[in-house]
């Protein structure tokens, strides 16, 4: 597992920001943001979670390994 999150967190926190990232089974994995594209119907954006490392590559472990 890499340690980009925290490397980039650190970084960001210099300017007030920070990433928006979840831990499924102990395995923190970066959220890639979505919006809805018509605000009048009901289906809200979804989340969609990376299966890589955004910043390094590095493939995120897989939940059951």
């Known amino acids: ?20 990232y979840s831990f499924l ?8 943001a979505t919006c809805k ?3 009048r119907k009901k289906l809200g954006p979804i989340k969609l979670f990376a299966a890589f490392c955004p ?3 590095v493939k ?5 390994e």
């Open 60 to 64: 995120y472990e897989e939940e059951n």
């Open 55 to 57: 910043f390094c590559g």
């Open 25 to 32: 089974a102990d395995n923190p994995r970066a959220i890639i």
């Open 1 to 20: 597992m890499c340690e980009c999150l925290d490397q980039v967190n650190e970084k960001l926190s210099e300017q007030n920001t920070i990433l928006d």
């Open 37 to 39: 594209i018509e605000s």
